[in-house]
């Protein structure tokens, strides 16, 4: 039987959630890249930070022991210099809201760096947590006065041991608030970043792997490229089973140990043991025993396949109760086993799908 690495040749991947989460590696990541390198399916790293260089994110990729080399590291400051070069003649002034990594990044696509708004004809925005209100507020003044505007990625939040901070979408939303505009978006979902690592590597088959179906697997679909979510960051399985037609993935896996394993095991669908049965609008029943992410990938079938929307789910029996436990779609118990969870989703008709 082939699996996921059999049917790609390059694997691009999301990395805080997806392959780390902060120091510490994803149980079983760094084996799972090391496997696919062996057999000959090449990782590049996608990131939509802007903030470190390539050579900075490989080397801690490669502190934690993953096969990371600057050249395998795309980062949205890249796709935003790109974007730039594409539209601005050769030497043109930019004025750059981020880090030196964003200027560097600018610089050696051929343009220059403005010091301030008058001198600048594009604006170019990625996080720096020393962003502050002067930086706004000069970048305002040139886009009000007509200035392309990049922002690298529109990320509300970004991962932090101290919890969800705020990201460079939260600064561009300063900037939106204040001047009206909208910016061209080069991280995920937008899919300028994934297609330049694409092209960089000349795939014919890549995959997208993420841990967040708003950058990830949206950036995947919208690149026209099948997803493989991980249920190790941020998404879980309510949002999964929840999601609209635009974030759902093409297959579910518990961690990237799911390479290993077909297409068919891991894309919503019928599967044994597992039966998911309409029991009033906007109400599932499951019952059976089993892997809890077998039970959400016929969840997320029957669900999507009848519109999504709100959506209750209960538990009939031990192993179903236990399977929405370990999924976290549990709310309580009725004292006969069963188990409930409402995520946001659509009304279904009645009847029953194994």
Request: glycine share 12%; with cysteine.
């Amino acid at each position: 039987m082939t699996d996921l690495l059999d049917d790609h040749d390059v694997l691009l991947a999301d990395l805080d959630g997806t392959l780390y989460r902060g120091a510490v590696a994803v149980p079983g990541a760094v084996d799972a890249v090391a496997s696919a390198a062996k057999r000959g399916v090449r990782t590049v790293y996608v990131t939509n930070n802007a903030s470190r260089r390539p050579s900075e994110v490989a080397e801690h990729l490669r502190e934690l022991g993953f096969l990371a080399t600057d050249v395998d590291v795309a980062t949205s400051s890249q796709a935003a210099a790109a974007m730039l070069a594409e539209q601005l003649p050769a030497g043109a002034p930019v004025y750059v809201v981020g880090t030196a990594a964003l200027v560097e990044e600018v610089t050696a696509v051929g343009l220059t760096i403005a010091a301030r708004a008058g001198d600048a004809v594009a604006v170019v925005q990625g996080h720096s947590p020393d962003t502050g209100w002067k930086q706004l507020a000069e970048a305002s003044i040139a886009l009000r006065a007509g200035a392309l505007w990049v922002a690298c990625n529109t990320d509300r939040t970004l991962p932090t041991e101290r919890g969800p901070l705020p990201g460079n979408g939260s600064m561009v939303a300063a900037l939106r608030a204040a001047t009206d505009l909208e910016p061209q978006v080069a991280g995920k979902p937008a899919p300028a970043l994934v297609n330049a690592a694409v092209k960089r590597t000349g795939a014919q088959r890549p995959l997208m792997i993420g841990d967040r179906l708003d950058t990830d697997i949206e950036g995947g679909r919208t690149a026209g490229m099948p997803s493989l979510l991980v249920l190790t960051g941020i998404s879980g399985a309510a949002e999964v089973l929840s999601a609209p037609a635009a974030l759902r993935p093409d297959y579910i896996g518990a961690d990237l140990g799911a390479l290993e394993r077909s297409a068919a095991e891991l894309a919503p669908g019928p599967r044994d043991g597992w039966t998911v049965t309409f029991v009033g609008a906007g109400a599932l029943r499951v019952a059976g025993d089993g892997d809890p992410i077998d039970a959400l990938r016929v969840l997320c079938h029957v669900h999507w396949a009848a519109g999504g929307g709100p959506v209750t789910v209960t538990a009939e029996g031990p192993g179903a109760a236990a399977a929405l436990s370990a999924l976290g779609l549990d709310h309580g118990a009725d004292g006969a086993g069963a188990s409930s969870a409402t995520v946001a989703g659509a009304t279904t008709p009645p009847g029953a799908h194994p």
